[in-house]
């Protein structure tokens, strides 16, 4: 009878433990994506990896930072609330907005520009996680 017992007892452990193998494979599984993902990722910001796609607001901030340096003149004031957002392609984004800058003459230049950016991943508000795909100045 005690044998009995014993079998049954050694059934049931070695049941429990192949379920706390599973459990441990499934949390080494997990954590080995996240850590992956971070580093794929550059690692500037942590939120950003679980964010997904950038918002319209993310995209324009940085279409400024592209344009910034092509214009003629000082004092640039982009429209914040003039802009168009448009999406082509997965992770390619057109952005259609004006800028006024003064010109050296002391004259109000306004440049309309399309932008086309495609996010590579990585922090939505960085520069660095975009690709200049053109640039069209009027």
Do not use: C, H
């Not at 005690?2 to 599984?29: G, R």
């Not at 997990?30 to 939120?47: C, Y």
């Not at 940085?62 to 003149?73: D, N």
């Not at 003064?102 to 440049?111: A, E, I, P, V």
């Amino acid at each position: 009878m005690e044998d009995k017992n014993y079998l049954v007892q050694k059934k049931k452990k070695k049941k429990s433990a192949l379920k706390a193998v599973w459990v441990i494979l499934l949390l080494a599984v997990i954590f080995i994506v996240v850590v992956a993902k971070f580093a794929l990722s550059g690692g500037d910001d942590v939120t950003a990896i679980f964010s997904g796609m950038p918002s319209s607001d993310d995209v324009y901030a940085v279409s400024k930072q592209f344009v910034l340096p092509t214009l003629k003149g000082s004092g640039a004031k982009f429209s914040d609330d003039g802009y168009q957002f448009g999406k082509k392609q997965d992770s390619v984004f057109v952005i259609r907005s004006v800028v006024e800058t003064t010109l050296n003459s002391g004259d109000m230049q306004k440049t309309n520009y399309e932008i086309m950016l495609r996010y590579k991943g990585g922090a939505a508000n960085n520069q660095n996680s975009y690709e200049l795909l053109n640039l069209n100045e009027e």
